[in-house]
């Protein structure tokens, strides 16, 4: 997991939302192999170093990364069922925005930051440079999850697509 907590003034942006208790629900739900809190705090943590680095509203990024996935359905119920998988897709963005507004106040780039995270598999587009960097961060730790999920059979995948590419180099 992400060393974020030495990071004070992280730290300091993130800890009225992990405090709360209606958002700590989402330490329970499992979600690409861990959890859904652990998803959010890497996406919010590395959205943030991100931003930081490039002069952005590492603020908002940070506290609009750790709500990107503020929605209590557990997922399974969906991957179970491949024809409301869409559905979720595009829907859970809208009540992730819903819960962090009954919590926690936002900024209208927060909220383009959490509603549009699932771009491009939604069609909302993001309007905000920490936008397009929320979307691509939780691809990458999605992905990075998802592997460690299936890792043998994503490393046998892919060493036999590396073998067979090679040999077609040949």
């Known amino acids: 997991m992400v060393n974020y907590q030495h990071d004070k003034n992280y730290m300091k942006l993130v800890n009225p939302i992990l405090e709360n208790k209606n958002f700590s629900q989402i330490d329970t739900i499992i979600h690409h192999g861990t959890t859904r809190m652990n998803h959010s705090i890497r ?3 590395y959205s943030y170093k991100i931003a930081k680095i490039l002069c952005l509203d590492y603020k908002q990024i940070a506290r609009a990364g750790l709500l ?4 209590l359905n557990r997922t399974v119920d969906y ?9 979720f897709t595009t829907e859970h963005p809208k009540v992730a925005v819903e819960n962090a507004k009954k919590y926690f106040e936002l900024t209208e780039k927060e909220e383009d930051m959490i509603k549009t ?5 939604d069609y909302r587009i993001p309007k905000y440079a920490e936008s397009w ?8 730790v999605g992905t990075y999850e998802f592997s460690r ?5 994503f ?10 590419l090679l040999n077609i180099l040949k």
Do not use: R, W
């Not at 960097?133 to 990458?140: E, G, L, P, Q, R």
């Not at 999920?149 to 059979?153: H, I, P, T």
């Open 43 to 45: 996406v919010s943590y």
């Open 68 to 71: 990107h996935d503020f929605y």
């Open 79 to 87: 991957e179970k069922k491949k024809d409301k998988f869409l559905l």
């Open 117 to 121: 995270h699932m771009f491009p598999a």
């Open 133 to 140: 960097i929320i979307c691509i961060v939780d691809k990458i």
């Open 149 to 153: 999920k299936f890792k043998y059979q």
């Open 155 to 164: 490393t046998y995948g892919l060493n036999f697509s590396l073998l067979f």
